[in-house]
């Protein structure tokens, strides 16, 4: 198992932000509003009922919702490097 913990911890960090980026299957499962992942909240909330695209608030919210991903990452960076070097070949 110690062998084993940074690609484990790498595979776990990367799982966390690919599913924190899901777009396509939470469109498609969701029927409330409730169950929204953000990216889907935000591609809703950025059309107005004029049929413009608020290009300012899109942006905002999509910063706001990048924060966790960065934080998780400087956190996590060394696990992630050390984990996917391990893949490699020599």
Excluded: C, H
Excluded at 32 to 45: A, C, E, K, Q, W
Aim: no cysteine; glycine share 12%; charged share 10%.
């Amino acid at each position: 198992m110690p062998q084993v913990k940074p690609a484990l911890s790498a595979l776990g960090i990367l799982t966390f932000l690919g599913n924190w980026n899901a777009y396509l299957w939470p469109v498609i499962v969701t029927t409330t509003s409730d169950m929204r992942t953000l990216p889907v909240g935000i591609s809703l909330y950025g059309t107005s009922d004029a049929g413009g695209i608020q290009w300012n608030t899109i942006m905002g919210m999509s910063t706001l919702a990048v924060i966790p991903m960065v934080i998780v990452f400087l956190i996590f960076q060394t696990r992630i490097v050390e984990g996917i070097s391990l893949t490699g070949g020599k």
